[in-house]
């Protein structure tokens, strides 16, 4: 039987939710309420559907940190968005549109038959445009250049590893002076560093970001770039 | 993260070099400068003409242009020293001067700004050491507040605390200071004329004088600064609380009455599941039109977030959305009564079809060649009718006549309408612009 993972806050809608897929796709429909819990589901199972929500306000994550996780874990099941689509998600939700391999994207307002059909049309291994109400925040097409391998080229070296290491912690207060204190480098350093990554950083929409900028960023796409990080830091 | 090197200290060279590369050397992003900033920037350059005033009304009191004799070859060495402080002062206006224009500027490599500053500082000393033939260290007063503003804005940028008596202190117990009193007393000893003792007492006073002039300007500047930033975060304070209360009693006042409103209608006209269903979507509909009416209130909504309501609304009643805004239009952001006015169009050019029976319903929204027009059309396959007939006090009618005539066109698409609205909307403002955070 096909298997879906719903990964969704609302405990109660996503049970609902649940229920009515099982009943009109025949599907057995698993529901995760946190993202730190789709690693155990993993662990349990291989699906061939995730239907991930983006906003997990009560949780220090995202649906980004979901479905990149579900796509290293398991690169064949198929990812699928779940959301609002609203100014809240657009980053994040364009984020998850250019790295991953996303099928489709669903508005959680659209009707439910709507919704039914635009799953039952992804299992069926369709091509499903993402819900017009959703259209108008993502990209006609997805960025060439953009990939998840491609965070490897914002940490060259030892020392922009420890610039990220030091952006990717969210409490600070990125100003040169803070940054210049956790990371050990001196003021010119820091500035040199940000310099270098200015090229690469505009392959990931951000012109002539600041350091607040940057570790906004480094925060929506941890997922991304955490594992180069820690490799570079790992090696020194 | 990585936590701080234990016992790691801030080199102090690192940050000299710092405060003479200026604020724009650590420029980073785009946002536009502070009014704290534009303010220090106002009084830099303010001080730089009172540099420039004090060393001309020495000069003219020193030389007598129009004499007999004209002007002596000493003379003309010292007008060459006031011309180049004007110069000198003229550069290090550039950045204050954007800044008050509310340009951050791009930053710029610290090897040559720190030389190019450096000389225009030494340029600045030169001039009044040349100029100025009593009382040097009272004209120090100036410089002294020209650099205080500028090490502000450089600290400020940086992230770092001015902390002006500990650097003082630092500074009277440098190395530095300590060498250069040697040097005074070295000429003390061995000059038994005392006019190089007396000169170097000079120059050690007016380097003092300047040192504390800069250093007020820093914290008094600074603890202005301090007294804004605490009013702000009051008035932040203040609003958000209000906002609570607003929200609360919107809560209270708009969606309870709606959900009661539907409740009522519900039970009242003993509604199948379908009516009951349609209801719920129309109650939805309207919560999402208040919604919007938040997201516009704040001042520079998305196109996007204004157009999803209707686009929604189609959703809901089973139409097909064949044609949405593209992503690259849609991201753009439009000021308040913009926002409404849109909504406005888009949602009776939206009503206006699918009360005409629309199964397929496109939307665009394009930028025409007019900057300051922007163009909603909605093609919708509901048959054809005439703009002309329609008649006073409908929604279109009243649209057309506010967007002025003209401006509201209908053209004949395949199985019913393309209705254009042009919608005027502002080309001088920038919508959505960044305020640096404040350090």
Known sequence: MTRILLVEDAAALAELFAHVVHERCGCDVDVCVAVSDVELFLERDRYDLALVDLSFPQENASGLDALAQIHRASPNTKLVIMTQGDAWVSSTLRDAWELLPVATVISKTAPLDYQIGMIERVLAGEDVPVDPAIQPLIPESRNPQRDAQRFSRLITHNGHAKLWNVLLGRRLDATYKNVADATGLKLNTVKNYRSQLLPELRVHGLDDPSLREMQEFAWRCRSFLLPFVEESLNNR | MIPAPPGYKYPALDLSLALIAGDQVWQAGSAKPTVSERTVAGFKLVSLVMVLIVQWVAFAGRVDVFGEGGMTERDLWLAGIGVASIVAALVLAIRPIALLGGHPGTATNLVISVTWRLGAYLMLIVG??????????????????????????????????????????????????????????????????????????????????????AGLTISSLDRLKSFADAQRADERRYIIVAEHTRRAHWLHDDVLSEIRLATLRIDAAGLDSQHIRGELQDLDHRLRLRQLDEIVRGGSPHLYEIIQPQLRRAQSLGIDLYQVPRHDVSQRRVDERTGQLISRAVSVLMSNAINAGAKRIGVAIRQPDDPSLLEITLTDDAGGFELDSISPGRGLATLIRDLAPGTVRRTDAPGGSAMTALIPIPTNAAIHTKERHAQ
């Open chain 2, 128 to 213: 009044t050491a040349g100029l100025v033939p009593r009382y040097r260290f009272l004209s120090t007063v100036p410089l002294g507040m020209v650099a205080g503003s500028d090490c502000l804005l450089t600290l400020w940028t940086l992230g770092i605390a001015p902390a002006t008596r500990r650097r003082v202190r630092l500074f009277a117990f440098s190395t530095v200071h300590f060498g250069v009193l040697g040097a005074l007393l070295a000429t003390a000893v061995f000059d038994t004329q005392h006019a190089t003792p007396r000169a170097a007492l000079g120059a050690y006073c007016a380097m003092w004088t300047g040192v504390l002039a």
